[in-house]
């Protein structure tokens, strides 16, 4: 059995746990998974590409004020970290993170299979959300995406890696 085979067996585990234990084990989930992926020993690697990861750089800011308030981000080589608050679009309806991923998966890949010469699925289907409840959730996960390329060994420094921002100074 494989990495990936394991961490879908783990994900099923975790859906079947009391909601009490559901949050933690699903932060424990995550960040092994996030591991697995800074090894990159799965799938592309295309963000890697400087040219791509302007493009989807540029993808989330274009969103920003008008689908969502940007709070942080950060492009690795093979995902990206991305936490926002969706705006209202209409009176009392704002929009999904459904919605918003869509529309940035479907652009950006359009157009880094155009810059690639290739076709075909350029995301994965499935993305990891989670909802932030509070401002001491909301400051560890924003320094957790900060320091994922230090983590994944990429630079010594977070403020070295440029494909991150955040919206407040940490």
Known sequence: MDVLEKLAQESER???LPKEKVDAEQVHWFETFDDH??????GETHLKNEQIADLVTEAIYYRHTSVY???SFCIMPNH???ICTPLEKEKDDF????????SLKRHTARQSNLILGRSGPFWQ???????IRDEAELERMIK???YNPVKANLVR???????AYCKFDM
């Open 157 to 163: 420094e977070q403020k070295d890696w440029k494909w």
């Open 95 to 102: 929009y999904s993170l459904t919605e918003i991923l869509h």
């Open 69 to 71: 308030d940007l709070i």
């Open 144 to 146: 957790y995406v900060l």
């Open 37 to 42: 992926l800074h090894q990159a020993l799965y």
């Open 14 to 16: 975790i859906k079947r």
């Open 125 to 131: 289907d499935e993305s990891y959300d989670h909802v």
């Open 80 to 82: 990206v970290h991305l």
